[in-house]
Structure formats: structure tokens, C-alpha cells
């Protein structure tokens, strides 16, 4: 079991389970995780459809509650938070990309991405917003809804929101399995180039060997128990 | 982060975004209604309070037996009142030898305050109202005073040491109805005109009245400040203390303008609940998103506090300023059946609209919207994980304060609002549980259909719980609409059919008992029927169970007048068709030697009256006492013949009694009047024709008031229906690209989902029609106490208007889904 942490690596897990009460008995779905992430790495986490990797991802991120074991976000153990204070430590700090964009519908590009700005308190969101749209080469679409803007194009913008506060940690689940392989190699360059820019740490969830290939590690998902590549 | 500055923002997003429309049409609807019934409601009333206020020819009027002292007229002088005075006094009246008891009435320039006099300048004319009075020399005087002395219009008459010349007939005089039983006929002059006719001494039976009349702020500063002032002798009447004929006719309307406000609160109730359940719903993925970026459930929440309380105050002000508009229109209509100009608006309709928005978004949507700070921010994954169910207990607890409050005030009759508040939640209890039942015995019936008959139940056994929603909400949507279109057809025709047509016009009073049979034999000669003659005993109670009662024990001036002055008792074997019993018993015949009497129940409640004590009345030197066997209600609108005491004949059958009847006179029999005058000269005869078209535009403009306020009930009525729809859109959007992607034609499509709503509709509108019958049979009977009967055309109307009505709505509000490609809703996915 891995023992320590420390501000180098932003994000840890040990013995991580995760498991559900059924009518049939208890479900394992992760069982003894132990995951250390360095500053700045990327890390692909694989494996096929249901093998718990969105779980996981989630579980590294503070979203949902671990059965058992520890995960340490920049240095702080998850477990002896509420979610409100798990919330408090991800605001600014820890950014999603999401398989399904997640971008609100009613909100233009650039209001989508000065979002978690507003929330963090940011002085000039719609700047830094612009800023990072234009990064993402979206400057002329900054006033489109996401209904006006192809696949990906809102994944472009979502990658932005995400970046945009400058997180430590980006969690990205299968950013571009919604998408055609040009469309989707144009966002998977987009996604590398912002992380090294900013030295984010990338946890990425993917089933596609060709984007983990572009990560620095590639571990894998299966039954439940984590392996990294042979 | 400034919570209220992201809240702004979002809210003004989501505006774009159409998220907020239905939710804020709901609540701009159920303010607009709310302000436009308030301000039209405010301004109608006071109108027809205005118009009412003509039964004392003003405001407040002072009647003293002295002259109204100098500080009661400075006091009115200083609120800037207008004012004017009369005096009243009895005199005879000669002419060619024959005399004539008549009561003279003097007035000053500016009389009347309120209302108009209506005259005929000749025996067959038309009578019409008229601006001015007697000119200096005039006499105006009543018809059925030429018969009794043989004058005509024209002629001279003495009043004591002065002539003066007949010029009109007096055909209506706006304050003589609250006198209405006077027996001597009217004869007036002008006030300054009383003192050359040298009648009036130290000793006379003059009474003085002081009329006032002002602005309802004026007024109660007067009445304020009166109530402070010792007034030995003075009485102060207002409209309150009025003939209780026009008394319950402006209750009534007040009771049916404030129930169809009241209706139209419930429908937007229903609605908001509705619409926030679906903004709940949508805005799932924004609150587990702003979660999953940082913020706290506190901060979600605030965010949605403050955009839930923002769009409140906007579309309150929304609301109001469409409420305001639309009175406007509705007074434009119908300003023109007020006798004088409709009251400005107050502000107290907007403030109550701002009020109302907030009450109701607090009341429904609160509770649901505050739960939205609870989504798990794992949505982002999963997305079945929504917003946690608001607890059933809170959201009913709010709901049902918020819905009280409204409705108590509102309404101000909180036995009415009680029912109303206790009719909707048994009607939403009844409406979840039947349409569950429904929704369970439908569900087999899919294996056994086929093609657009599977789709459309398939899609009604589904979610159970949002069929079940939207059953209730449309069902109480329609529910409402049917109470209320049976109150405005079936209670508004019953109130006037309280008052027909051919209602007794004609008091004969003060005949004698020897010449009943005459009066009688002369009445049915002319063909005229009538259910009299009554015997008439004059009578003062005295005591109440050995107590004796004076003007002090009470604060009320109805009761002080009632607790000094006589009044009429009578004696029956009988109950009146009119009267109704409400506690106790009536006596048999083999009861009718016991001394029981039967006492009206206002007048029961005015004097505090116990049923079973012990009453004494003083009639005529005569002490009788008996015991109060029953309390009566009293239909007094029917202007038929009726008492506040009634006793058996054994108590009252030796009192001396005069007779009084009344009857229906067609205009084409006035001589037969004019011959029973003559014959019996010492019966008095008494028009009410007036009193009656009166009583009749009261109940005309209620009516008509109710009528256009039913078009914003409709309006909420509708919003409900819209509300009910889209609470399965979301649904819909999914299920429909997924059948279209799988083959299912555009046709087939369509036939389902108009299969599913009107399945709902139909099922909705019979339930309804039970819930309503059940709810109009409450209203009528012990709120508006009328007859009811059932209405099975209401059940057809119900249970077809609610399967097409929804039917049809809901398809077509479907309709874009039909034409969207089925990849745009998948892709969206």
C-alpha cells in the first residue's frame, strides 16, 4: 500500500474499493486501487466498456464516496470531507472534460467557459475566457451556442472551460469518443498542447489506445483491479 | 464569487434559453390574474359600493329628532366632505276638504350625494333621473298621494301658511329605501322653503339628517373620529346599516368575484408547481456541473434562491403591469353600466400581485427548487442521478401555508377559503389516487393493442408517477373550470332567479283587519295573486331571558336601533316558502297554542339571541313573553312578505294587529291601485319597482364583473393544460427519436401521442366532473345558499372537453418533436 504523498504528486489513491449491495450480494467494481500521480503527468486509464473506469474517475476527483481505502488530492485525504469541502477543493483547481461535452445549453461559448471563472471569483472572466476560447482557436465563434457549433467545436469549448482557471488536475472521461478520428485528433492536440502549456496533471479515461498512447503512463482497468501496461 | 451577480446572469441566460418561460409565464399569468381580479375586483366593488351607498343618498348619514349641531358640521367641513341636509317631519295636507297624513321632506341644494332622483312630470309619463330639485314654490310629491286628495300635476297645494305647486311626481328618491316602510305619502320642498310655512315649532316631530359624502379615506377619518365624539340622540348610519336587500345583493357579488380570484389563484398555483417540477428537472445537469467546478451545495443553493427569487420579482412586475392593463380594458367595457365613474385604481392590487408571485414561488416552487443544491455532482457520469425528490411533508406544509395565506386573504371569508384549500387537496388526493388506479389498469391493456394504441398506453404506463402528475394537474386544471363555469351559468342564474321577474313590486300595508277580504276580493278581481294578507303586530323586545335590553348593551348601530325602536312581528301556522329553518324546529299544529317564537337568524346573531331563551316584547302596553323555538334564514332578496319574529297563534293571536301584502303589479294595471287607494284610504300602498330595478343592476353588474373575470381563470386554465404537457417533454423528446430512429412512421407517431393525451384528458375530465359536482353542491348549498341540482351535460362537457381539449393541445404541443431529425435529439444525448 502506498504510504505517502506529497506536493509533487497532486494525486493518490491506496487501496481504493468501491462496491455496491445488490439482491445478489455485494459488487465489486474496484477492488485495492492504488494510483500515484505525479505533477504535470499524463495518465491514460483503459479498459473496456463497464470495467469502472468512469467510477474511478470519479472517485479521484471527489465526486463520489470510496467504500474503502484513501484518496489524497493535492496532499488532502478526500475521506475527511464533506462534499461541500471536496467541492471547495476542486473549485479553480481541478478541471472535466466529459465524453458528452456537459456545456450548458443556454449559455453562449464564452459564457460556458466563464463559468468556473465567476465561481472562483475571477476578476475578468470574460477576458481570461476570450483568452483561452482564442487558445482553443474558437475567437470567432465566442457569442455561438453550443446547438450552433459542431461536435467539435464544443468539445474545443469544453477543453477551454475546463483550462481556463488553470486547474492543477484535469479529469478528462473519453473526450473524444463522441467524435469522428479527424475531428477527435484535432481536440486529443488541443488537450495535449493546453495540459503541457499549463503543466496540468491529466487523468484521462479512454478506451482509445491511440490517445493514451499520447499520455506518459497507461494503466489498465480490469475486473476491477488496476495494471499498468505489460 | 458574488452569488447575486452569477445568479443575474444565469437567470438572464436561461431566459434566452427558454429554461424559464414556462415557469415565468405560469407566474406572470398568476399575477396578472391575481392584480387584474384585484384592481378590477377593487374597482367594481367600490363602484358598486359607491352605487350602494345611493340607499342613504350618501356615505354616512346623521339622523337626529335636534338640529345636527355645529361641530359635527365643522368636523365634515374640515375633511373637506361634501354634505347636504334634510329635514323630515310629519303634516296634513288639505285639499277640497279632504285631508291627507303626509311626511314632507326638505332638502338643501346640494342633495342628493349619491344616486339621483327619478321623476315623471306627468301621471303617464316616463319617469327620469334628474340632476335638480324643487325650484323655490315647487312641490314634488309621490303618485299615490293625487288619488287620496284628487290633485294633479299642476295644482296648488297648502303646506301650512305657504302654496305651493305640484311639478312632479317623485318616482324614486335614493335614500327613501332605507325608510322604505314609512306609511304617510312623500311630499317634497326645498329646505330653505320650511320655515314660511310656520309648521315647524318647538314641539314637532322634525327629524334632522346631516348627509355626508367623500373619498373612503375622508370617510373613515370621520367615522374615526365621530365614534370618539359623545352624540346623545345622534345616530350615524352607513351602508352597512342599509336595506338588507341590497346589503346581501352586494355580499353575494363580493362572494362571487372574490371565488373566481380565487379560482384563478388555484390554477397558477397548480401551474407553478407543475412548471417547477420541470425546471427542477432541468436544471439538474447545471447544479451537479457547478458542483463538480466547486461550488458548494450552499453557494448552488444561493444560486438558485436568487435567480428563483429574481425572476419572482420581474415576472410579478411582469404580472402586475399586464393585471393593470387588462382591468383597464375590462372597465372600458363595462364603466359604462355604472351610474357614476368607476374609482381610480389603488396601489394595492400591485403590491398584493408582487406579494402573490412571491407567495406562490415560495409556496411551490421553493422547496423543489432549494433540492437542486442536493444533486450528486457524479451526474456528470451517471446521468440517472437527478435531483433528490423534495420531502412530501415540507412541500405540502409550504404549500399549504402559502396557498392558506393567499386564499385567506384574498378571499377575506375563511370559511370559504378553508373550502376551497380543503377541495383541493381532497381533490388532489382523489385525482393521484384514481389516476394511479387508472394508470395500473391500463397497463395490461398494452399486451393486448396493437401499433399506435401500444405506443400510446406504453407511454402513459411508463412513469407512472408523471402520468399521475399530469392527470392531477390536468385534472384539477379542469376541475376548477367546471366549478366555475357552473357558479357563473348555474349559481349567477339561481341569484337572479332569487329575484324574478315578476317578484312582488306592490306593499299594501297598514290594512285593516276588517278589510282584508275586501283588499283581498279587489286584488283577485284584477287578477292579481297574492299570498297574503299577513297579520302586522308592532313590537319592542324588551328582555332577553329576564334581561332587560338597552341601546348600551350594544356596540353595532344595527342592534342599538333594533334594541330602541319597534319593530314587526307577525304569527303563522306555517313556514314561508322563502324561510328556512336552521336550528330547532317548527311547530305542529298541535303547538300552536304554546308560546314559542321563530326568530330570524341575523337578528338572532345581531342581539345575541340563544336559541331556547326567553323574549319579551312590549306591543301596544302589553307585555308577552315566550320561548325561541327555531332560527330562521330568510330569503329578504325575494321581496316577499317576511318578519324577524314570528309566534305561534296561541301568543300572539289576541295582540292588535294591522295586515300587510305584497304583490306582483303589471305597469298595465296601475288603476287598480289607484281604485284599492280609494276604496280603502287608510291602506298604504308602496312602490318598490325602484328599489327592485336597483337591487336588479347590482346583480346585472355582478354578473357581467364575474363573467369577464372567468376569461382570466380560462387563461390560467390554460397555462395548467401547457404546464401538465410539457412535464412529460422531456420524456417525450428521447422516446420520440428513439422510435423514429427504429422505423416507427411520422403518422403512427402521431396517432400515438394524440392517443396518450387524450387518454389522459378524457380520464382527467370524468374525474373532474365528479370532483366538481361534489365542490359546486358545497358551494351552493352552504356558501351561496342556493338550490343545486346535478348537471349531466357538465359530465359530457367534462369527460369529451378534457379528451379533445388535451388531446389536441398536447399534439400539437408535440408538434416540432415530430418534425425534429431524431439524430439532433440523440446527438444532444
Given at each position: 500500500?502506498?504510504?505517502?504523498?506529497?506536493?509533487?504528486?497532486?494525486?493518490?489513491?491506496?487501496?481504493?474499493?468501491?462496491?455496491?449491495?445488490?439482491?445478489?450480494?455485494?459488487?465489486?467494481?474496484?477492488?485495492?486501487?492504488?494510483?500515484?500521480?505525479?505533477?504535470?503527468?499524463?495518465?491514460?486509464?483503459?479498459?473496456?466498456?463497464?470495467?469502472?473506469?468512469?467510477?474511478?474517475?470519479?472517485?479521484?476527483?471527489?465526486?463520489?464516496?470510496?467504500?474503502?481505502?484513501?484518496?489524497?488530492?493535492?496532499?488532502?485525504?478526500?475521506?475527511?470531507?464533506?462534499?461541500?469541502?471536496?467541492?471547495?477543493?476542486?473549485?479553480?483547481?481541478?478541471?472535466?472534460?466529459?465524453?458528452?461535452?456537459?456545456?450548458?445549453?443556454?449559455?453562449?461559448?464564452?459564457?460556458?467557459?466563464?463559468?468556473?471563472?465567476?465561481?472562483?471569483?475571477?476578476?475578468?472572466?470574460?477576458?481570461?475566457?476570450?483568452?483561452?476560447?482564442?487558445?482553443?482557436?474558437?475567437?470567432?465563434?465566442?457569442?455561438?451556442?453550443?446547438?450552433?457549433?459542431?461536435?467539435?467545436?464544443?468539445?474545443?469549448?469544453?477543453?477551454?472551460?475546463?483550462?481556463?482557471?488553470?486547474?492543477?488536475?484535469?479529469?478528462?472521461?473519453?473526450?473524444?469518443?463522441?467524435?469522428?478520428?479527424?475531428?477527435?485528433?484535432?481536440?486529443?492536440?488541443?488537450?495535449?498542447?493546453?495540459?503541457?502549456?499549463?503543466?496540468?496533471?491529466?487523468?484521462?479515461?479512454?478506451?482509445?489506445?491511440?490517445?493514451?498512447?499520447?499520455?506518459?503512463?497507461?494503466?489498465?482497468?480490469?475486473?476491477?483491479?488496476?495494471?499498468?501496461?505489460? | 464569487?458574488?452569488?447575486?451577480?452569477?445568479?443575474?446572469?444565469?437567470?438572464?441566460?436561461?431566459?434566452?434559453?427558454?429554461?424559464l418561460?414556462l415557469l415565468a409565464t405560469a407566474l406572470v399569468i398568476a399575477v396578472?390574474s391575481v392584480?387584474?381580479?384585484?384592481?378590477?375586483?377593487?374597482?367594481?366593488?367600490?363602484?358598486?359600493?359607491?352605487?350602494?351607498?345611493?340607499?342613504?343618498?350618501?356615505?354616512?348619514?346623521?339622523?337626529?329628532?335636534?338640529?345636527?349641531?355645529?361641530?359635527?358640521?365643522?368636523?365634515?367641513?374640515?375633511?373637506?366632505?361634501?354634505?347636504?341636509?334634510?329635514?323630515?317631519?310629519?303634516?296634513?295636507?288639505?285639499?277640497?276638504?279632504?285631508?291627507?297624513?303626509?311626511?314632507?321632506?326638505?332638502?338643501?341644494?346640494?342633495?342628493?350625494?349619491?344616486?339621483?332622483?327619478?321623476?315623471?312630470?306627468?301621471?303617464?309619463?316616463?319617469?327620469?333621473?334628474?340632476?335638480?330639485?324643487?325650484?323655490?314654490?315647487?312641490?314634488?310629491?309621490?303618485?299615490?298621494?293625487?288619488?287620496?286628495?284628487?290633485?294633479?300635476?299642476?295644482?296648488?297645494?297648502?303646506?301650512?301658511?305657504?302654496?305651493?305647486?305640484?311639478?312632479?311626481?317623485?318616482?324614486?328618491?335614493?335614500?327613501?329605501?332605507?325608510?322604505?316602510?314609512?306609511?304617510?305619502?312623500?311630499?317634497?320642498?326645498?329646505?330653505?322653503?320650511?320655515?314660511?310655512?310656520?309648521?315647524?315649532?318647538?314641539?314637532?316631530?322634525?327629524?334632522?339628517?346631516?348627509?355626508?359624502?367623500?373619498?373612503?379615506?375622508?370617510?373613515?377619518?370621520?367615522?374615526?373620529?365621530?365614534?370618539?365624539?359623545?352624540?346623545?340622540?345622534?345616530?350615524?348610519?352607513?351602508?352597512?346599516?342599509?336595506?338588507?336587500?341590497?346589503?346581501?345583493?352586494?355580499?353575494?357579488?363580493?362572494?362571487?368575484?372574490?371565488l373566481?380570484a380565487s379560482t384563478a389563484i388555484l390554477l397558477c398555483v397548480v401551474a407553478v408547481a407543475l412548471s417547477s417540477r420541470r425546471f427542477v428537472e432541468?436544471q439538474?445537469?447545471?447544479?451537479?456541473?457547478?458542483?463538480?467546478?466547486?461550488?458548494?451545495?450552499?453557494?448552488?443553493g444561493?444560486?438558485f434562491l436568487?435567480r428563483l427569487l429574481?425572476l419572482g420579482v420581474?415576472a410579478s412586475?411582469?404580472g402586475?403591469?399586464?393585471?393593470?392593463?387588462?382591468?383597464?380594458?375590462?372597465?372600458?367595457?363595462?364603466?359604462?353600466?355604472?351610474?357614476?365613474?368607476?374609482?381610480?385604481?389603488?396601489?394595492?392590487?400591485?403590491?398584493s400581485g408582487l406579494a402573490t408571485g412571491i407567495l406562490v414561488l415560495i409556496g411551490f416552487s421553493l422547496p423543489s427548487v432549494l433540492r437542486l443544491s442536493e444533486?450528486?455532482?457524479?451526474?456528470?457520469?451517471?446521468?440517472?442521478?437527478?435531483t433528490p425528490p423534495v420531502s412530501y411533508r415540507l412541500f405540502l406544509a409550504t404549500a399549504l401555508i402559502s396557498l392558506g395565506a393567499l386564499l385567506m386573504w384574498q378571499i377575506?371569508d375563511d370559511r370559504l377559503a378553508f373550502q376551497l384549500i380543503g377541495g383541493l387537496l381532497a381533490g388532489m388526493a382523489i385525482l393521484l389516487l384514481v389516476s394511479r388506479?387508472?394508470?395500473?389498469?391500463?397497463?395490461?391493456?398494452?399486451?393486448?393493442?396493437?401499433?399506435?394504441?401500444?405506443?400510446?398506453?406504453?407511454?402513459?404506463?411508463?412513469?407512472?408517477t408523471t402520468?399521475s402528475i399530469q392527470m392531477t394537474g390536468f385534472g384539477l386544471g379542469i376541475t376548477v373550470?367546471?366549478v366555475?363555469?357552473?357558479?357563473?351559468?348555474?349559481?349567477?342564474?339561481?341569484?337572479?332567479?332569487?329575484?324574478?321577474?315578476?317578484?312582488?313590486?306592490?306593499?299594501?300595508?297598514?290594512?285593516?283587519?276588517?278589510?282584508?277580504?275586501?283588499?283581498?276580493?279587489?286584488?283577485?278581481?284584477?287578477?292579481?295573486?297574492?299570498?297574503?294578507?299577513?297579520?302586522?303586530?308592532?313590537?319592542?323586545?324588551?328582555?332577553?331571558?329576564?334581561?332587560?335590553?338597552?341601546?348600551?348593551?350594544?356596540?353595532?348601530?344595527?342592534?342599538?336601533?333594533?334594541?330602541?325602536?319597534?319593530?314587526?312581528?307577525?304569527?303563522?301556522?306555517?313556514?314561508?316558502?322563502?324561510?328556512?329553518?336552521?336550528?330547532?324546529?317548527?311547530?305542529?299544529?298541535?303547538?300552536?297554542?304554546?308560546?314559542?317564537?321563530?326568530?330570524?337568524?341575523?337578528?338572532?346573531?345581531?342581539?345575541?339571541?340563544?336559541?331556547?331563551?326567553?323574549?319579551?316584547?312590549?306591543?301596544?302596553?302589553?307585555?308577552?313573553?315566550?320561548?325561541?323555538?327555531?332560527?330562521?334564514?330568510?330569503?329578504?332578496?325575494?321581496?316577499?312578505?317576511?318578519?324577524?319574529?314570528?309566534?305561534?297563534?296561541?301568543?300572539?293571536?289576541?295582540?292588535?294587529?294591522?295586515?300587510?301584502?305584497?304583490?306582483?303589479?303589471?305597469?298595465?294595471?296601475?288603476?287598480?291601485?289607484?281604485?284599492?287607494?280609494?276604496?280603502?284610504?287608510?291602506?298604504?300602498?308602496?312602490?318598490?319597482?325602484?328599489?327592485?330595478?336597483?337591487?336588479?343592476?347590482?346583480?346585472?353588474?355582478?354578473?357581467?364583473?364575474?363573467?369577464?373575470?372567468?376569461?382570466?381563470t380560462?387563461?390560467a386554465g390554460?397555462i395548467v393544460l401547457y404546464a401538465g404537457?410539457q412535464a412529460?417533454?422531456?420524456?417525450?423528446?428521447?422516446?420520440?427519436?428513439?422510435?423514429?430512429?427504429?422505423?416507427?412512421?411520422?403518422?403512427?407517431?402521431?396517432?400515438?401521442?394524440?392517443?396518450?393525451?387524450?387518454?389522459?384528458?378524457?380520464?382527467a375530465?370524468?374525474i373532474s366532473?365528479?370532483l366538481?359536482?361534489?365542490i359546486?353542491?358545497?358551494?351552493?348549498?352552504?356558501?351561496?345558499?342556493?338550490?343545486?341540482?346535478?348537471?349531466?351535460?357538465?359530465?359530457?362537457?367534462?369527460?369529451?372537453?378534457?379528451?379533445?381539449?388535451?388531446?389536441?393541445?398536447?399534439?400539437?404541443?408535440?408538434?416540432?418533436?415530430?418534425?425534429?431529425?431524431?439524430?439532433?435529439?440523440?446527438?444532444?444525448?
Open positions: 500500500m502506498l504510504q505517502t504523498s506529497s506536493n509533487q504528486h497532486p494525486v493518490t489513491a491506496s487501496g481504493l474499493m468501491k462496491f455496491v449491495e445488490t439482491s445478489e450480494g455485494r459488487l465489486e467494481i474496484l477492488q485495492r486501487i492504488d494510483l500515484q500521480v505525479a505533477s504535470g503527468e499524463a495518465v491514460a486509464i483503459l479498459g473496456a466498456s463497464g470495467s469502472g473506469k468512469s467510477t474511478l474517475l470519479g472517485l479521484l476527483a471527489g465526486l463520489d464516496e470510496a467504500s474503502k481505502g484513501e484518496v489524497r488530492l493535492f496532499d488532502t485525504p478526500l475521506s475527511g470531507l464533506d462534499e461541500d469541502g471536496r467541492a471547495a477543493l476542486r473549485a479553480g483547481k481541478v478541471g472535466f472534460v466529459f465524453q458528452s461535452f456537459q456545456l450548458l445549453s443556454g449559455m453562449t461559448a464564452l459564457e460556458n467557459v466563464m463559468l468556473p471563472l465567476e465561481l472562483t471569483g475571477h476578476d475578468s472572466p470574460d477576458q481570461a475566457a476570450a483568452e483561452t476560447l482564442s487558445q482553443a482557436g474558437l475567437a470567432q465563434r465566442l457569442h455561438h451556442y453550443p446547438s450552433q457549433l459542431s461536435g467539435g467545436e464544443q468539445q474545443r469549448v469544453a477543453l477551454a472551460r475546463a483550462f481556463a482557471p488553470g486547474p492543477k488536475v484535469l479529469f478528462a472521461d473519453e473526450p473524444t469518443a463522441n467524435l469522428d478520428p479527424h475531428t477527435g485528433e484535432r481536440v486529443a492536440e488541443l488537450l495535449f498542447r493546453l495540459q503541457r502549456h499549463n503543466g496540468t496533471v491529466l487523468i484521462l479515461v479512454t478506451h482509445d489506445e491511440m490517445l493514451a498512447r499520447r499520455c506518459d503512463r497507461r494503466l489498465y482497468l480490469r475486473e476491477g483491479r488496476l495494471e499498468a501496461e505489460a | 464569487m458574488n452569488p447575486f451577480s452569477l445568479a443575474l446572469r444565469l437567470l438572464r441566460r436561461d431566459w434566452r434559453a427558454g429554461e418561460r396578472a392584480t387584474s381580479v384585484g384592481f378590477f375586483t377593487d374597482r367594481v366593488e367600490r363602484a358598486m359600493e359607491r352605487q350602494a351607498t345611493e340607499v342613504l343618498a350618501a356615505d354616512l348619514r346623521l339622523e337626529s329628532n335636534q338640529p345636527i349641531t355645529e361641530s359635527l358640521i365643522e368636523a365634515a367641513d374640515q375633511r373637506l366632505l361634501r354634505r347636504a341636509q334634510t329635514l323630515s317631519f310629519p303634516s296634513v295636507m288639505l285639499n277640497n276638504g279632504a285631508t291627507q297624513l303626509v311626511q314632507v321632506k326638505a332638502v338643501s341644494d346640494t342633495y342628493p350625494l349619491r344616486g339621483r332622483m327619478r321623476v315623471r312630470d306627468s301621471v303617464s309619463g316616463e319617469d327620469h333621473a334628474t340632476e335638480s330639485l324643487p325650484q323655490p314654490g315647487e312641490a314634488w310629491l309621490e303618485e299615490r298621494l293625487l288619488p287620496l286628495l284628487d290633485l294633479h300635476i299642476g295644482d296648488t297645494i297648502k303646506l301650512g301658511q305657504s302654496p305651493f305647486r305640484i311639478a312632479r311626481i317623485i318616482s324614486y328618491e335614493p335614500d327613501r329605501s332605507a325608510n322604505l316602510f314609512q306609511l304617510a305619502p312623500r311630499v317634497m320642498i326645498r329646505l330653505d322653503e320650511v320655515d314660511k310655512t310656520g309648521l315647524l315649532g318647538p314641539a314637532s316631530r322634525v327629524r334632522h339628517y346631516l348627509l355626508l359624502a367623500g373619498s373612503p379615506s375622508q370617510m373613515s377619518d370621520y367615522r374615526q373620529w365621530i365614534e370618539t365624539q359623545s352624540r346623545p340622540g345622534i345616530q350615524v348610519e352607513d351602508i352597512r346599516a342599509a336595506r338588507p336587500e341590497l346589503r346581501i345583493a352586494l355580499e353575494r357579488g363580493g362572494r362571487f368575484l372574490r373566481a432541468r439538474s445537469d447545471t447544479s451537479a456541473l457547478l458542483r463538480c467546478l466547486g461550488a458548494s451545495s450552499r453557494d448552488v444561493r444560486i436568487l429574481s420581474i412586475l411582469a402586475s403591469l399586464l393585471g393593470l392593463a387588462a382591468q383597464a380594458v375590462l372597465v372600458e367595457l363595462i364603466g359604462h353600466w355604472f351610474t357614476s365613474r368607476i374609482p381610480a385604481p389603488s396601489a394595492w392590487p400591485l403590491l444533486v450528486p455532482p457524479l451526474r456528470v457520469f451517471r446521468r440517472h442521478l437527478g377575506g388506479l387508472l394508470v395500473h389498469l391500463l397497463t395490461p391493456l398494452r399486451n393486448r393493442t396493437a401499433g399506435s394504441w401500444r405506443y400510446g398506453l406504453a407511454s402513459l404506463s411508463r412513469n407512472p402520468t373550470l367546471l366555475l363555469a357552473m357558479v357563473r351559468v348555474d349559481l349567477l342564474s339561481n341569484w337572479r332567479n332569487a329575484l324574478p321577474k315578476e317578484s312582488p313590486n306592490q306593499f299594501l300595508i297598514n290594512i285593516q283587519p276588517g278589510e282584508v277580504e275586501s283588499v283581498r276580493n279587489l286584488l283577485a278581481e284584477g287578477g292579481i295573486e297574492t299570498g297574503g294578507p299577513y297579520p302586522m303586530i308592532r313590537g319592542r323586545l324588551i328582555s332577553i331571558d329576564d334581561r332587560r335590553i338597552s341601546e348600551n348593551d350594544y356596540r353595532s348601530p344595527r342592534a342599538q336601533r333594533l334594541a330602541t325602536r319597534d319593530f314587526n312581528l307577525s304569527l303563522a301556522t306555517e313556514i314561508q316558502s322563502d324561510n328556512k329553518i336552521l336550528a330547532g324546529r317548527w311547530w305542529s299544529e298541535s303547538e300552536w297554542h304554546e308560546p314559542w317564537f321563530s326568530v330570524e337568524q341575523g337578528l338572532a346573531e345581531t342581539l345575541g339571541i340563544p336559541l331556547g331563551s326567553q323574549l319579551a316584547f312590549e306591543v301596544a302596553g302589553q307585555r308577552i313573553s315566550g320561548r325561541v323555538e327555531n332560527f330562521r334564514s330568510v330569503q329578504w332578496d325575494s321581496f316577499n312578505v317576511n318578519f324577524f319574529v314570528i309566534g305561534t297563534p296561541g301568543l300572539m293571536a289576541d295582540l292588535p294587529a294591522t295586515y300587510i301584502t305584497s304583490f306582483y303589479l303589471p305597469p298595465e294595471k296601475r288603476e287598480l291601485l289607484h281604485r284599492l287607494i280609494q276604496a280603502h284610504p287608510s291602506v298604504t300602498a308602496l312602490d318598490v319597482t325602484a328599489l327592485m330595478q336597483q337591487v336588479r343592476a347590482i346583480m346585472d353588474r355582478g354578473t357581467l364583473a364575474v363573467e369577464s373575470v372567468f376569461l382570466f380560462v387563461a390554460l404537457i412529460s417533454h422531456e420524456l417525450r423528446v428521447q422516446e420520440t427519436a428513439i422510435l423514429r430512429t427504429l422505423g416507427l412512421s411520422r403518422r403512427r407517431l402521431v396517432v400515438s401521442v394524440l392517443l396518450e393525451f387524450t387518454l389522459l384528458g378524457g380520464l375530465g370524468l366532473a365528479a366538481a359536482s361534489a359546486s353542491y358545497s358551494l351552493a348549498t352552504s356558501v351561496f345558499e342556493l338550490p343545486w341540482s346535478i348537471d349531466p351535460a357538465m359530465w359530457g362537457i367534462a369527460l369529451f372537453g378534457g379528451a379533445a381539449g388535451v388531446g389536441l393541445a398536447g399534439t400539437l404541443a408535440s408538434w416540432r418533436l415530430f418534425n425534429t431529425p431524431p439524430m439532433t435529439v440523440l446527438k444532444k444525448a
